[in-house]
Structures are given as C-alpha cells and as structure tokens.
Nanobody
Framework: QVQLVESGGGVVQAGGSLRLSCAAS????????MGWFRRAPGKEREFVAS????????YYAGSVKGRFTVSRDNARNTVYLQMNSLNLEDTAVYYC????????????????????WGQGTQVTVSS
C-alpha cells in the first residue's frame, strides 16, 4: 500500500519561506509522477507543481512559477516543495499526490489522474 506523508507546514510571514516534504513508502517509485496540490478555504483543489520520479520533467502552476521549486531525493523516496516569497494567497492545505506513469504538462495538473494522496499539511501566510 502506497503511503504519502507530508510535513513542513506552518505559519510564516508574507515574504518568508517554507519547505514541504513528502515521504513516500510502500511502492517502487521509479516511473511515478509526483504532484503537489493545494486547497485554500472556500476554493477547489488546485495544481501547484509536479515532477517525474526519474525523468525530472517538472511543471508549475503559473501562480507559483519563479517562487516555488519542486525537487526529489530518490534515495530517500522524498519529494520537496521549496516555497519562497510567500504571499497571503498561498495560504492553503498542501497535498502530495502520486501516480504510476509519466504525466505530461496538462495531465499532471488534473487531480483525478493521481492514485495516491497524503493527508495534507497546513500552510498559513500572515501579514
């Protein structure tokens, strides 16, 4: 059973930084696409970033491009989301997701394409 566990959320002032981690277990993750999504209060879940486990294809939502960086450590089965220059609109619960296979730039943004989800970690940006 694949399990994803996010960590690293918290409260940060606007302009600050946080690094989220997603530890994966229970599977062989070569060939997986890993995604980060978020859900702000009163809004639908939205795509943030994705990375393929071995190919390194990386995609970002326009709202975070240039501020967020997704990376992976295959030896530790962990994916990271470095978030810089945080603003109030980044406040949300952030979720890690995984799917077997390599998703492209469009399909990787679709939540229904992912089979496995973490429990989420809260990120709150204060003014």
């Amino acid at each position: 059973q694949v399990q994803l566990v996010e960590s690293g959320g918290g409260v940060v002032q606007a302009g600050g930084s946080l690094r989220l981690s997603c530890a994966a277990s229970g599977g062989t993750f070569s060939g997986y696409t890993m995604g980060w999504f978020r859900r702000a209060p009163g809004k639908e879940r939205e795509f943030v970033a994705s990375i393929t486990w071995t190919g390194g294809n990386i995609y970002y939502a326009g709202s975070v491009k240039g501020r967020f960086t997704v990376s992976r450590d295959n030896a530790r089965n962990t994916v990271y989301l470095q978030m810089n220059s945080l603003n109030l609109e980044d406040t949300a619960v952030y979720y890690c997701a995984a799917v077997t296979g390599l998703l492209g730039s469009t399909s990787s943004t679709r939540p229904y394409k992912y089979n496995y989800w973490g429990q989420g970690t809260q990120v709150t940006v204060s003014s």
